[in-house]
């Protein structure tokens, strides 16, 4: 049974830090490409950052020097670590796995305001 478990969401100040996780089971995950995508309401489903396999990680021009994206393939755990946020990085934060199938978690709710 596959599954993915997020955690880390949160309401957080401007300015402040999150840490996301994504936990997986039932996959080989070191075989996984993984990433982050978040989706702001009436808007459309983003990547975030995503990360290879071998670990080389790659992210949005929104988030890039703010955001980073690693694994944990002992943990079978990825990660995001989110600073210097700001409210337009309010969304719903999904977790995405990829090899010859296509996974997503449940969804965390990141909600950056004052």
């Known amino acids: 049974q596959v599954q993915f478990v997020e955690s880390g969401g949160g309401l957080v100040q401007p300015g402040g830090s999150l840490r996301l996780s994504c936990a997986a089971s039932g996959i080989i995950f070191s075989r996984y490409h993984m990433g982050w995508y978040r989706q702001a309401p009436g808007k459309q489903r983003e990547l975030v950052a995503s990360i290879s396999s071998g670990g080389s990680p790659s992210y949005a021009d929104s988030v890039k020097g703010r955001f980073t994206i690693s694994r944990d393939s002992a943990k079978n755990t990825m990660y995001l670590q989110m600073n210097s946020l700001r409210p337009e990085d309010t969304a719903v934060y999904y977790c995405?796995?990829?090899?010859?199938?296509?996974?997503w978690g449940q969804g965390t709710q990141v909600t950056v305001s004052s």
């Open positions: 995405h796995a990829q090899e010859l199938e296509r996974y």
